[in-house]
């Protein structure tokens, strides 16, 4: 699936799984010709579930830079990245609620947890240990 990110940016990804049992659905971002390599390397989840008679709509995702020097990184690139990145997704969470509340639901945010990482630090805390299990290199944006 092709996806028309705000600003400059396209990028494709795949529905890599889904469940009948939660309504749910994952996607992974992949490099393709109509758009070129994804912005992030990720996963990204979404699913319905069904507790104490609500629902709850989850989004849940694992994003890192697709760009830059395995232990440098470039955090300048990445922070503007994520922040278009978070953008995107209240966007599309706040679609998401519009749609509920005018067809005679009621939504709202119940909870947002974020968490942003510099790559360069993930990698040279594991960076024998992606070597071991992925061969030498491994860990490469």
Same mark, same amino acid.
């Given at each position: 699936?092709?996806?028309?990110? *705000?600003? $400059? ?16 659905? =994952? ?37 890192? =830079?697709?760009?830059?020097? $395995?232990?440098?990184?470039? $955090? ?20 998401? *609620? ?37 061969? $030498? ?5």
């Amino acid at each position: 699936m092709k996806i028309d990110i *705000m600003g $400059p940016d396209n990028a494709s990804v795949v529905c890599s799984f889904y469940s009948s049992d939660e309504l749910g659905w =994952g996607f992974t971002t992949i490099e393709a010709p109509a758009t070129g390599e994804h912005p992030v390397s990720g996963n990204r989840e979404f699913f319905i579930s069904e507790k104490s008679g609500y629902n709850l709509f989850v989004i849940k995702g694992l994003d890192i =830079g697709s760009s830059g020097i $395995p232990g440098l990184g470039l $955090p300048i690139l990445e922070g503007i990245g994520y922040s278009i990145a978070d953008k995107l997704w209240k966007s599309m969470r706040q679609k998401v *609620m519009n749609f509920i509340n005018s067809n005679g639901g009621s939504a709202t945010v119940s909870h947002t947890y974020q968490k942003e990482t510099e790559w360069r630090y993930v990698y040279w805390h594991y960076k024998k240990d992606l070597a071991s299990v992925f061969g $030498p290199g491994a860990g490469s944006a």
